[in-house]
């Protein structure tokens, strides 16, 4: 069974950084790429960034040249540092992955096989 399990997140004052990490455990592990989703009660959860297997990299426009999403040489890890943080990415993170997610097109929960638990991250002005 794969397991996704995040940790980092926490409070911080906006302007500040914070960093995400989210390991795999398990086979079979299927997938293209892996990365974080956000998602604020109320609303749908939306991608944030995402890295492939290639080390081709995505970034969702609001976060581009803040967040930056790497990973390990096993590629067993992924890694979300987001600086300059803004009170709108308060939110709870998902690591996400999944065998055949878009190069190009958004990316939507029905691309994503695997979920981590979710980590809060929540920004004060």
């Known amino acids: 069974q794969v397991r996704l399990v995040e940790s980092g997140g926490g409070s911080v004052q906006a302007g500040g950084s914070l960093s995400l990490s989210c390991a795999v455990s398990?086979?079979?592990?299927?997938?293209?790429?892996m990365g974080w989703f956000r998602q604020v009660p109320g609303k749908e959860r939306e991608w944030v960034a995402f890295?492939?297997?290639?080390?081709?990299?995505r970034y969702a426009d609001s976060v581009k040249g803040r967040f930056t999403i790497s990973q390990d040489d096993a590629q067993n890890t992924a890694y979300l540092q987001m600086n300059n943080l803004k009170p709108e990415d308060t939110a709870m993170y998902f690591c996400?992955?999944?065998?055949?997610?878009?190069?190009?097109?958004?990316?939507?929960?029905?691309?994503?096989?695997?979920w981590g638990q979710g980590t809060q991250v929540t920004v004060s002005s």
């Open positions: 996400a992955a999944g065998p055949r997610i878009s190069h190009r097109a958004d990316i939507s929960e029905t691309d994503i096989t695997y």
């Open positions: 890295i492939y297997i290639s080390g081709f990299i």
């Open positions: 398990g086979y079979p592990y299927d997938r293209n790429a």
